[in-house]
Structure formats: C-alpha cells, structure tokens
C-alpha cells in the first residue's frame, strides 16, 4: 500500500479528505449556529445577523434557564434512567445472544427462541394495551417503566449474535473439549473478544436511553419526573410568560428582558441538553476505538 | 416436549461454575445434549419472562382492533365487530395517501441508510493518519446521539426562509432557498435527507467494525497479483463486508412503514399533511389525540403485519441469494 | 423435527394467549369495581347513593378522619406560584385540608398548553386509570368515560351536599348542566355557559391603528387596505396574522372573515338551519370560498407571513409579543392573551373592534350551543368519598364567589390561583357583562355582588391608570364600554347564529370529525398558500360531504328537528 503511491492515489486522497472535512463540517455547523444564537444578544438574533459568531456576547440565555429548578430535575432523572437502563439492557442482550448464537446442533431451541424475540420487533401492541401492561404490574411513575418493557433491545441482541456467530468455532470447541461451563466460557472467552460489539449496543442503548421522550410523558405522572426529553418536547419556551410569572422583579429579571428572546434561550436550552453527552461522547468513542483494535486482532 | 428443559426452579441450585466439571466427569456428556443445554435456556430466562409480559402481553390489545371498543373492564368487555373498523380504516380518503407518503419516505430512508454509510465507511477507511479519522468520526457520529426533540428546534430554526442560518448564508449568493418544513414538495425530501444526515456517521461504525476484521493478508496478496485500490475495493473489501450489509438491508426492510415517528411528529404542521403525514403519526393522532383507540389499533395492527409480510420475504431473499441466515 | 416446530409454536401461541388473559384480568381487577364486567352505567348509582359516609353530613363540614382525594392537574406556564408554592402545596391544598380535612393529592400532572394532558387523559381513559376528580372538555372523551362506566353520577350527591348557593347556578346557566347530564342523570360539574361572548373580534394595537389613519375598517376592502399599510415590505412586520390552524377558535384565524360574507363558523361544531330551513355547517358556505379569496390575495401581496403555514399559536405568540404582527381575528379574551405580552412589554394597547363587512353579504358569527361546556368536572364512579366533591366545590363557591372578603378573590381567584382547586365554579368573566356595563356606566360599584366588585374596580382603575396590572387590562378589554363584551351584545345582535348540535351527536360526526377537519384545512392552506386554485374549494366541499359529512348532516336533521 505504501510502497506504490501514484499520482491518482495521490489526487484521490486529497479529494476525499476535502470530501470527508466537507462532511464533518456539514454535521457541525447547525450546532456552531444554535451555540452562536445562545451567546448573542436577543436584538442580534432579531437582526438576523447571527451565523457561526456571538454578536453582542452575554451568558443570559444559560443563566434564565439553570435559575429554573424544572431543567436540572429533568436532567436528573434522565442521567438515573440510563444509569439503571444501560447495564440493565447490556445484561439482558449478552444473556441472550450467547445462547442464540450457538448453532443448531448445539442449542435445538435456538430458531423458536429467536423468533420468539423476533417477533416483538415487528408487532407492537401499540401505546394503551402496552400502557395496561405497565400500570398491572406496578411501574407508573417509577423510573423502571422506562427501563423494564425495553429491558432486551432485541435489534442490539441481533447484532450481538450475529458478531458471536462470526467467531472461530475453533475457541469454543477448544473450551468444550476443556470441560468449560457454557457460563466460563461465555465470560472468558466470547466477551473478551465481544468488546467491539458490546461497546456498539451500549452506545445504542445509552441513545436510546437519553433520546426518548414519549414514553416519559405517559408514564410519569408528574412533570417533575420527566426525564430531560420528556421535559424539552412539552416545554414552549415562552420568555414572555416567564418575565410576566415571576412575582418580584429583580435585577436578573431586568436583564433578561434586555437580552433574552425565546431564539436566545431556546439555543441555550438544546446545548445544556448535550451537555452530558458532550461529555461521555469522547470517553466512549476512544473506548470504542479500542474496541476496534481488539476486534481487528482477532482476525 | 421435553420438560426437563423448562421448570427453572429445578435449575437454580446449580452452581453453574461447577458444571462444566460435573460435565467433564459424566459420561452423560455426548448422550445427553439436554442437560448440555440447559444452562443456556437458564440464560434465557430473564429475556424471556420480561419480553414475555412485556411485549407478548400487551401483544392480546391487538383484539382492539376488532372491537367496537368501549374502554371498561379490560379487552373482553366489547363487542366484537369483525373486520369492521379494518373497513372503515381503508376507505378513509387520506389512508392512502399516508401508505404511499410513508412507504415514499421509509423506502428512500432505507435505501440511503445503507448506500450513504457505506460509502462513507468506504472512503474514511482509505485515510491511513489515526487522527485525522478519528476527528472526522468525532464530529460525524455527533448527531446520531440527539434526540429528534433537540435536532427538530434546531431544523426549525436553521431552515427558516427568514431568519434561518441557511437562508442567511445562501441570500448574498442570490440563492433564495425553498420552504423546507412548509412546502409540500419540500417536506418529505427534508425528511429523508436530515434523516440521513443524523444517521449516516454513526450507521458507517458497523461498516467500519466489519472492514477492520477483514484479513490483511487478502489485500496483500492482491497487490503481489498486481490489483489496483479499486480492484481491491471491488474484490476484496466489498465481499468482506458484504455479510455486513445484507444483514443491515434485511433488517432495514421490517422498517418498510417506519417513516420516522419521533422526527416527523416534532417537525410537520397541518400545511404538510399531503405529503408529510405517515402512518405512525397517524395511527397517534387517531388514538392519542381523537381517542378513536379501536381504529388507531387497526391501523397499527395493519402495519405490523404488512411488516412481516416484508421481513419474512427479505429473510428468504437474504437466505437464497447470499446464503444469509439472521438466525 | 417437523413436530417439535409445530409443538414448541404451539407453546408460544399458549403463551401469548396466558400472557394476554393475565394483561385483561389485571386491568379487569384494577377498574372492575363498577358494573360486574358490564358497561353499565346505571350501576354507579348504587354505589353512590347506597353507602353515604356517616361523617359527611353537611355541605362544608370537615372530616374527622383526613381523608385523601386525587386529581389530575392541568399544569400550565401560565401558572402564578407565590411563596414558593407548588402543584402539591399551595393555597388551595393548604385551605382544603384545614377547612375540610382533605389531604389533596396529584394523581398526574401534565402541560395543558401543549399536547400532553389531553394525550395523558385519553390514556387514562382507555386504560381506566384515573384520579378522584378530573377535569376535561372534550365531548368524545365524556361520552367514552360514560359508556365505560367510570364516571359517577352526581345527580343526588349534588341534591344532597350542594349549597344553596351552588345550587343556584343550575337555575341560572341551565345550559352547561343539561350539557353533563346523560339521560337526565348529572355526570359532571360543567361550566356556566351563555355562548354570546364566543364571537370574533377584529384586533388592532392602537399605535398601528394611528399609523393607519386611526380609522377602524368598516368593510373588508377597507381592512385589506389596513394590512397593505401595516406590512412593511422587509417582512420585520406584516400587517394580517395567520395561524397555520386558521380554522380554530384561537388569534390569528379566518372566521372573522368568513362570518363577513355570511359563513358563521366556529371550530368544527357549528351546525345550524339555514333560511330554506335544511341543516348546514359553516365551513363548507360559499362565503369560505369568498373569504379565502381575499386571503389569498393577501398572501400573494406579501400582507400574511409566508412562513404562518409552521406556525401554530405559540410561534405565533411570540411574533405577536414581539410586535411582528398588528392586525388579526380574534376571540373576546385578546387583551388576557397574546396582547397582554404587547401591554407588559411596550405598554401599548390593543382592541377589539366588531369585524369590517362585506357589501352585499349580511354578516353572520357562528357560536356553540348552550348546551357545550367548556369544563366538565368529573368524579370517578369508583371514588370513596363521592361527597368531598361537592365539599370541595361548595368551599369554593364559599370562598371566592360568595365571600364578603374581598381578599379572598384576590388571594384565591387572581392569578391563576382558582386553578389549583380540584373543583372551581367556572363563570367566564364574560357572563357578569350584563350586570358590569349598567354598573360602569352609572359609577354604581355598591350594587354588585363582592367577586364582580373586583373586576369593576380593576376596569374602573385600570382607565384611571392607576392599576396597570394585567387582570386589569384583560378585564378592561372585554368589558369596557367598546370592549369585546359590548360588540358581542349590541353590535352583533340579530347576526349571531347559535348551533343547534348540543350534547347528542351522531356516531359518525365522534368519528369522523377530526378528519373531515383536515380536508378542509388542507385545501383551504393550499388555496391560501396558491398551491391550489380556488375551485378546489368545491372539490374539498364534495370530499367532506362524502366522507361522512352529508351522513352527519342527514343524522342531525332527524335529531335536532
């Protein structure tokens, strides 16, 4: 690969970088644009003279909406229902795939399990029956209802399996003919060599976690126990109602009258709500990086 | 049936550790394949028993759907209309239409949920400098961990024709941009395209993952036989990941009436309905919103099953053409 | 092999078919209580009347016992809180459990001005989870809880426990209560309703209006013209204001403009018997066609914000607050919401003026029946303590309508606060015109009730300029002497034309109403935007009556005859 380096390659590799950073900036620039509109004075953003850079630079926007306990709540809960949620689901999908992926002469069951699970995906009873199910066994406004009913992430499951599958026969037999239990097995050798995929599903079950909103909305009954989602779908920011509801005029209030418009901080709100995953993103991507390193070994 | 397969109370005094040993010792090893797979039923539990209520049990609301259903004491207190509320859901003027909207928006969603990642995970797998990569991962896979809630409020505002950034970019260029939420011929391709534009980083990560555990020595030995970038890409990249792809279209297809209920239900508006109005935000609309929950249920239920008509036809095609079984 | 795939699918079936019986039988135990597994509604009363609580015996007296009460609550950002009060403790639960011993507690809460109560509500109703005490508009909702059972019948409770006071609405708004009751049998606490105050307005700041010559438009030619000088070409204003849900009885719609060529619509639940005496519906009269005509002129000079089709109220609210938008069709309440936000913000006043007619066409504005409340207060058939309802409700009466404190009303009416209790008495302000006008007029503020002496003083003061707070205004508005309440009462006398569907409706009208609404709506956008020629007005006219509309027509003509 290195050793012929044509003009071509040449001429290829720099249009596909320019193509790949042309990319990139494409899936960054609406949020430089909202962070430009959460930093800029409400009158700049009126002018429509706001695109990549604050104009007239103030943090009112963030500061109005942190003084609201109701935002902080939410982001609470959604951090406890993917704290309880992920492990819960990456515990669900490794118990399930392992034995699925074992091939027919060696789990006769295997086919009638997986359509067993197969099924779920393609028919959903729809929000009431499901609803009716969550409230008899006692979930309704208990962070478990956004936990339990999509506890096995059967797409995640697939893809699991699917990798297991793709794994040298060789490694289990070997471990079979030691006398390993299906359990040893499973937690020394199939997940050591998972890592690549399991880092895949939790990332996919972390957003869907920290994505959904609706069912927070139905089976919260309080709004104090939306998660953040929940809480951002039903909020219309109304700046006006906000001044008009606070009972005493402070000098904050002041100031966000002369700074803040619902543009302002709503932006503001939508970047405090990436925070946390601005956060975790890098950890998990270098995890995940290494996660492909360990996969490709394996070949 | 056997039924040492099934009663866990007998299997949870094993210490599951110490059975592999036991195993190693029996002669009852090759005899017995049961008691070989009894651990994994065991692993099963937990699965099964939650999926089992949880999906299998609201599954029985389906009967809604051929009730004239009067919310009262569970699902056998209506009365039983047959075929009748599947009746009233066809003939409705804007059924319909909402197929072909969904099946429109679903289709071309699959189609470049597949092609668009792929490519990507094609080109960035040509880039040899780590960090350059993995910059560019960094900011493609960033939208794919948002929310439509959080991505709608930020299409709303940036598409805006008055005051949207894009607008404001293309005006000195003498561009004026269509109505891209408002317009009914604009609606629906915005939704594929800022669909795709959320998923296609991160729907590239399994594409990548397959590429690096394709064998190095393949390409190697292709460039000993002389073959160029584009030869190998065709010959060996392509068919590495080939398994890969089938699996990600087949699963796609089960999405054949998904046209996006989360992304569409925060970004249409009643001037988009012709053309923007899917199945799901439908099926919502009727049940959630007009408490019409007999109907909202026929129509759900008609999804489910023009879905499986679909994934079962995908997974033969999948199994006789490439030789692909999911499972 | 071939048999154990057949036995082991044989096995899942049996455990989609256990799983689903234990769903049913849950839900059946937890909602059950009522009718043995048979929608009867008839059984409630037997629960109700046949086990009075031997502690209850007077319409206000407390508990010995707390006792524990639900409701679902209608969370609002318009909400006042004061002294750090919440959902769950404020002035109403504080007041409730020392006066009567009720310990009130939050069954759900979720935002009524967005979708999420009324799609938390509609699944409580299919599922028949619901509080002690709720509180809902919706017709199809009533009617479902009343087929299913989960609704109690008051009618004896309410002969029993009431206050004569209480009382007393039913022989003075007999509207609202015929509208709760079901075959004579009373199922809600409903709002006091007399429809006049529900006709449109013109709305117009003043600084616009003096921009504009300072001439309110008589005729539509003339209200045109208005808008043409209001728009100021750069879109920073425009000078007419749509919402994308024109159709509706909110700001920004076109009913204002079809009742002037003789449509009287409003909302989807407008029928009437027009001069040849046959049943007709609103929104399908020529004078729509008429109406659109001009709106899409309009929209074509650029006068409309070609952006109204994304805009619902709330995205149009904030355009309104922030001056974007002048001139609109309006209900009465126009000074409460949206221009409350131009009152605050820039201290400019905003008015109503009876809508600009068109020559040749007599003018005519659609109002619901009587028979339609806008609340419902409910009590669940399964309740404990049916009589803390009426406890609850005559505490209120007490307390804020017939109370000689005029803090009271203060303390417990304004700013929201009426909202917190589970039970209110909902007279729109509108219905004390008739006694505030005569009053205002003859500066006689001694001869009214305690509770109207307040709007008086707010209306009195608020011209004064000495109460600039906006209970004021919005009072103000409806009720001075060119106020919302006065156009409705004289301007438009002998226009208005009230709908004769009352609480009885056809099945197919509960069905169908949503989406004969949006073919209507569709192509009335598309002519508007010019997407469709206005001939496709008759196109959609036939579509709505073919898909259910001339059914619903034909099945009023025999129930209202």
Redo the contacts between chains.
């Keep these: 690969?290195n050793?012929q380096t044509s003009v071509s390659?040449k001429i290829?590799?720099a249009f596909?970088?320019i193509?790949?950073?042309g990319?990139?900036?494409?899936?960054?620039l609406?949020?430089i644009?909202?962070l430009a509109?959460s930093f800029s004075h409400k009158n700049a953003v009126?002018a429509?003279q706001v695109?990549?850079w604050p104009i007239g630079f103030n943090l009112s926007a963030y500061d109005f909406i942190l003084k609201g306990d109701a935002f902080m709540r939410a982001l609470w809960v959604s951090i406890q229902r993917v704290a309880i949620g992920v492990p819960v689901n990456l515990?669900?999908i490794i118990?399930?795939a392992?034995?699925?992926s074992?091939s027919k002469e060696?789990?006769?069951?295997?086919?009638?399990?997986?359509?067993?699970?197969?099924v779920?995906?393609?028919?959903?009873?729809?929000?009431?029956?499901?609803?009716?199910?969550?409230?008899?066994?006692g979930l309704?406004?208990s962070i478990w209802a956004l936990v339990?009913?999509?506890?096995?992430p059967?797409?995640s499951?697939?893809?699991v399996?699917?990798y297991m599958r793709?794994l040298p026969p060789e490694l289990e037999e070997a471990a079979y003919v030691?006398?390993?239990?299906?359990?040893?097995t499973l937690v020394y050798i199939i997940l050591p060599v998972s890592t690549?995929?399991l880092a895949?599903v939790t990332?996919f079950s972390f957003?869907a976690h920290?994505?959904?909103?609706?069912d927070g909305?139905?089976y919260m009954?309080?709004?104090q126990n939306y998660p953040l989602?929940s809480y951002?779908?039903?909020?219309?920011i109304?700046v006006?109602?906000?001044?008009?509801?606070s009972?005493n005029v402070s000098a904050d209030i002041a100031r966000y009258?002369e700074l803040v418009?619902?543009?302002t901080s709503?932006?503001a709100q939508?970047f405090l709500?990436?925070i946390p995953?601005l956060i975790i993103?890098?950890f998990l991507?270098k995890y995940?990086?290494t996660g492909?390193?360990l996969?490709?070994v394996?070949? | 049936m056997r039924r040492e397969?099934l009663p866990p109370h007998i299997c949870t005094n094993i210490n599951?550790?110490?059975?592999?040993?036991i195993?190693?010792n029996s002669k009852l090893r090759r005899r017995n394949?049961n008691l070989?797979?009894l651990?994994?039923?065991i692993?099963?539990i937990?699965?099964?028993v939650?999926?089992g209520?949880?999906?299998?049990?609201?599954?029985?609301?389906?009967g809604?759907a051929f009730q004239r259903f009067v919310p009262t004491n569970g699902l056998f207190g209506s009365e039983w209309v047959g075929l009748q509320n599947f009746q009233t859901l066809f003939t409705m003027p804007t059924f319909w239409p909402i197929i072909r909207n969904t099946v429109f928006i679903a289709l071309s969603k699959m189609i470049l949920h597949v092609v668009v990642p792929v490519i990507?995970a094609l080109?960035?797998n040509?880039?040899a400098n780590i960090g350059?990569k993995?910059?560019?991962?960094?900011?493609?896979?960033?939208?794919?961990?948002?929310?439509?809630?959080?991505l709608a409020?930020?299409?709303k505002?940036?598409l805006s024709p008055?005051?949207g950034?894009v607008a404001?970019?293309m005006s000195p260029l003498g561009i004026q941009i269509p109505f891209f939420l408002g317009d009914k011929f604009w609606f629906p391709i915005t939704m594929v395209l800022t669909d795709v534009?959320k998923g296609f980083?991160?729907g590239s990560?399994?594409y990548?993952?397959a590429l690096?555990?394709?064998?190095?020595s393949l390409?190697e030995s292709a460039?000993i036989d002389g073959a160029g970038?584009w030869k190998q890409t065709l010959h060996i990249t392509l068919p590495g990941i080939q398994?890969t792809i089938i699996?990600m279209t087949v699963?796609g297809m089960?999405n054949i009436l998904n046209g996006g209920f989360?992304q569409i239900y925060?970004m249409y508006s009643p001037v988009v309905l012709d053309t923007g109005d899917i199945l799901d935000t439908f099926?919502f609309r009727l049940?959630?919103e007009s408490a019409q929950?007999a109907l909202?249920?026929a129509a759900?239920f008609f999804k489910?099953i023009v879905?499986?008509l679909f994934?079962i036809a995908s997974y033969y095609l999948a199994d006789r053409t490439a030789g692909y079984r999911?499972? | 092999m071939k048999s154990?795939?057949k036995r082991?699918?044989a096995l899942?079936i049996a455990l989609v078919i256990v799983a689903g019986l234990?769903?049913c039988g849950?839900?059946g135990d937890?909602s059950g209580g009522t009718g043995g597994g048979t929608p009867a509604p008839a059984s409630n009363n037997n629960s109700g009347a046949a086990a009075p609580a031997p502690v209850a015996d007077g319409p206000l007296t407390p508990y010995a016992e707390p006792v524990t009460i639900t409701w679902a609550v209608q969370?609002s950002?318009?909400?006042?809180?004061?002294d750090g009060d919440t959902y769950e403790d404020n002035r109403w639960s504080r007041k409730i459990k020392e006066d009567l011993n009720i310990d009130l507690e939050?069954?759900?809460?979720?935002?009524i001005?967005?979708d999420?109560f009324r799609?938390?509500i509609n699944?409580a109703l299919?599922?028949g989870?619901l509080p002690d005490i709720f509180n809902w508009s919706d017709r199809t909702w009533f009617t479902q809880a009343y087929e299913a059972g989960y609704l109690y019948d008051m009618t004896d409770l309410y002969a029993q426990y009431a206050t004569d006071n209480v009382k007393a609405y039913q022989d003075k708004w007999p509207g609202g209560f015929k509208g709760a009751s079901i075959d004579g049998r009373l199922y809600a606490f409903p709002s006091m309703v007399d429809n006049f105050h529900q006709a449109v307005y013109l709305w117009i700041r003043d600084d616009w209006l003096e921009k504009a010559g300072g001439k309110p438009p008589q005729t539509v030619d003339e209200m045109v013209e208005m808008a043409r000088i209001l728009t100021s070409g750069d879109g920073s204003t425009y000078g007419f204001a749509l919402n994308n849900k024109f159709d509706e009885s909110n700001f920004g719609n076109i009913a204002g403009l079809a009742s002037a060529f003789g449509a009287p619509v409003r909302g989807q639940d407008v029928y009437y018997r027009g001069s040849d005496g046959k049943m007709q519906f609103g929104w399908i009269q020529p004078g729509v066609k008429d109406a659109l005509a001009v709106v899409r002129d309009m929209y074509a000079e650029g006068l409309i914000d070609p952006e109204f089709v994304v805009k619902d109220g709330?995205t149009l609210?904030?355009d309104v607050?922030?001056g974007k938008v002048g001139m609109m069709y309006h209900m009465n309440w126009g000074t409460w919401y949206p221009y409350?936000?131009v009152y605050?913000?820039e201290g400019v006043i905003t008015r109503p003026y009876p809508i600009p007619t068109q020559a040749g066409h007599d003018f005519k504005v659609g109002i619901n029946s009587n028979e339609s409340p806008e609340y419902m207060f409910m009590l669940n058939a399964n309740t404990k303590h049916p009589e803390a309802f009426m406890k609850i409700l005559n505490l209120y009466e007490a307390t804020v309508e017939s109370s000689d404190k005029a803090d009271n009303f203060q303390d417990f009416w304004a700013d929201e606060q009426y909202r917190l209790c589970p039970v209110f008495v909902p007279i729109p302000t509108e219905l004390y015109a008739d006694v505030l006008h005569p009053a205002l007029a003859a500066n006689d503020r001694d001869s009214l009730a305690t509770g109207v002496q307040v709007y008086y003083d707010w209306i009195k003061n608020f011209e004064a300029g000495t109460d600039t707070n906006?209970n004021a205004y919005g009072t103000w508005g409806q009720m001075f002497e060119r106020g919302s309440m006065a156009v409705a009462l004289y301007d438009y006398s002998g226009h208005i034309v009230q709908s004769v569907m009352s609480t009885e409706r056809p099945e197919i009208w509960y069905q169908n109403s949503s989406i004969l609404e949006g073919i209507l709506r569709t192509t009335f956008t598309d002519i508007i935007t010019g997407a469709k020629p206005l001939d496709a007005f008759d196109e959609a006219v036939a579509d709505w009556l073919a898909n259910g509309g001339q059914q619903t027509l034909d099945e009023l003509e025999v129930m209202y005859p």
């Design positions: 690969m050793m390659r290829f590799m596909n970088c193509l790949l950073v990319t990139a900036l494409i899936c960054i609406p949020f644009n909202q509109v009126a429509n695109i990549f515990l669900l118990l399930t392992y034995p699925l074992k060696n789990f006769r069951f295997r086919s009638i399990y997986s359509w067993f699970f197969v779920t995906i393609l028919f959903s009873a729809g929000l009431i029956p499901t609803y009716m199910i969550v409230r008899f066994t309704i406004d339990l009913p999509g506890a096995l059967v797409f499951m697939l893809v399996m699917n793709s030691d006398g390993a239990s299906h359990v040893r690549p995929t895949t990332l957003v920290w994505n959904s909103w609706f909305q139905i009954n309080r709004i989602q951002l779908q039903t909020m219309v109304n006006e109602a906000f001044f008009r509801n009972t009258i418009s619902a543009r709503a932006a939508m709500a990436m995953i993103y890098p991507q995940f990086a492909l390193v996969g490709s394996k070949g | 397969a599951l550790f110490a059975w592999g040993e195993m190693n394949k070989r797979e651990p994994l039923h692993m099963l937990p699965a099964v939650l999926v209520i949880y999906s299998y049990g609201s599954m029985a609301g389906i809604i990507f080109l960035l040509e880039v350059f993995r910059s560019i991962q960094t900011f493609v896979y960033l939208p794919h961990f948002l929310s439509w809630i959080i409020g930020i299409f505002d940036l008055s005051s950034a404001l970019l534009w980083g991160f990560v399994i990548l993952a690096t555990s394709i064998d190095p390409y460039m970038r398994s699996l699963l089960a989360d925060n099926v049940g959630i929950f909202s249920t759900g489910s879905s499986l994934i999911i499972f | 154990i795939h082991v699918f899942v234990a769903a849950g839900s937890q969370a950002q318009v909400q006042k809180f004061f939050v069954y759900f809460s979720a935002d001005s967005t999420a799609n938390r699944v299919a599922s989870d709330g609210e904030v607050a922030n409350n936000f605050e913000s906006p």
